[in-house]
Nanobody
Framework: QVQLVESGGGLVQAGGSLRLSCAAS????????MGWFRQAPGKEREFVAA??????????DYADAVKGRFTISGDSAKNSVSLQMVSLSPDDTAVYYC??????????????????WGQGTRVTVSS
């Protein structure tokens, strides 16, 4: 079972930046799609951003709420992904989860499509 290990969460003031990182515990196989989801207190887990590698092509997807402020990047050879977050607001406060799947996910926003999940890292943005 692949384990995903996240790092980089913390407390930041509104307008600040944070970078989250996630790496898989093994590289014996490739994770084709990796993404970030978040869950705020009392809310459902929601899609943030995803990256997908296939036949030399890389695809990206972002939730509208973070487009232009968050940037996802990754290294398919290392089964790793990062999320650079800037211009953070209190609305971004949540536990952020790294997700991954070995398969090609045509629709990267569905939480049910991912087989592997990290434990989550907390991001708190103060006003």
């Amino acid at each position: 079972q692949v384990q995903l290990v996240e790092s980089g969460g913390g407390l930041v003031q509104a307008g600040g930046s944070l970078r989250l990182s996630c790496a898989a515990s093994e590289n014996t196989f490739r994770l084709t799609t990796m993404g970030w989801f978040r869950q705020a207190p009392g809310k459902e887990r929601e899609f943030v951003a995803a990256i997908r590698w296939n036949a030399g092509n890389t695809a990206f997807d972002y939730a509208d709420a973070v487009k232009g402020r968050f940037t996802i990047s990754g290294d398919s050879a290392k089964n790793s992904v990062s999320l650079q977050m800037v211009s953070l607001s209190p609305d971004d406060t949540a536990v952020y989860y790294c997700a991954a799947d070995r398969g090609f996910l045509p629709y990267m926003r569905n939480v049910r499509n991912y087989d592997h999940w990290g434990q989550g890292t907390r991001v708190t943005v103060s006003s």
